[in-house]
């Protein structure tokens, strides 16, 4: 198996890269999957990815009625996008209403990923969220990634304008090239996938796991005035976890509000919050990030 070459259909892509096969049937202790990755400019595979194909692999151990709720993942290592990963799932406990599962996530014999997720059968009780932000324009009103850099000779820059498999537009302006506005620690953008997908809500769940990961350490670098291009910034993500709250559709667009509590000792904390368009919140999620930026002029 090889990485997925970029073409002209970003959500046919998704769809593959979510679709693991199960090893013809190979088992060791842990119950084996097989994914492929995309092909990536710089050639390490994207969090997002490794996220939802982990968040897949753990669903296929789990009964179809009891949904994830929530995981928590730590990278690492970076992945090679033009190798297979390994998923092997461990099946921690099975209760009458809670599954939970550890899934490793493996290149060349070792973990690049692992985590553990939690499954529930849907049950009723008490109901309170945040409220949907006041002043959030309209998504169709604001530019795509496409319009802000598909103008752009790069090839990071071509693949983010027409090769990502979701629609992203930021409320405020951009930080891809440069970061303009006032300095503050937040950042809301816009997300849906750029094409309809089957109706699976654990299709769905995974897809959203897979975009969370594009901008949520924004707000920290809004908050610095500092840009993606920022000359010797060097940034990975240490860990993702993530609640999903209510059911959801990533085929239709969702607001996602992120905010950064703190960054210190080169490592940043964002939080993020995702509303569907009716104002449901159905998920939050949070990440540490390291951020290493070069001192003096």
Not at 73 to 81: E, P
Not at 160 to 183: C, N, S, T, W
Not at 244 to 264: E, K, T
Not at 282 to 290: L, N, W
Request: charged share 20%; glycine share 8%.
């Amino acid at each position: 198996m090889t990485a997925i070459e970029e073409h002209a259909d970003p959500t046919a892509v998704l769809l593959e890269l979510l679709d693991l096969s199960d090893a013809d049937g190979a088992n060791t202790d842990e119950e084996i999957f097989v994914g492929v990755s995309e092909k990536q400019p710089r050639g390490r595979v994207f969090g997002g990815q490794v996220l939802a194909q982990s968040v897949i692999a753990a669903q296929r151990t789990v009964e179809p009625d009891r949904p994830i709720h929530s995981m928590h993942g730590y990278f690492l290592r970076a992945g090679d996008a033009d190798l297979p990963i390994t998923f092997g799932v461990e099946r921690l406990r099975d209760g009458r209403s809670f599954s939970a599962r550890r899934t490793h996530a493996y290149q060349n014999g070792v973990p690049i990923l692992s985590m553990i997720a939690s499954f529930q059968t849907p049950a009723e009780g008490l109901e309170h969220q945040e409220t949907f932000p006041d002043g959030i324009p309209d998504p169709d009103t604001l530019p795509s990634t496409a319009d802000l850099l598909g103008k752009v000779d790069h090839p990071v820059a071509q693949h983010m304008a027409y090769h990502r498999p979701f629609d992203v537009r930021h409320v405020q302006d951009a930080l891809y090239i440069q970061a303009k506005g006032e300095r503050q620690a937040v950042n809301a953008v816009w997300m849906k996938t750029k094409g309809p997908l089957p109706g699976d809500q654990g299709l769905h769940r995974a897809a959203l796991a897979f975009g969370s990961d594009y901008t949520l350490l924004e707000p920290i670098l809004r908050q610095h005035g500092v840009s993606w291009v920022t000359p010797g910034m060097s940034v990975a993500s240490l860990d993702h976890a993530m609640w999903w709250h209510r059911p959801v559709r990533v085929d239709d667009w969702l607001l996602y509000v992120q905010s950064s509590p703190s960054a210190s000792g080169a490592r940043g904390l964002a939080v993020g919050k995702i509303f569907n368009r009716d104002g449901e919140l159905v998920a939050t999620v949070a990440q540490e990030g390291m951020i290493r930026i070069p001192e003096g002029p």
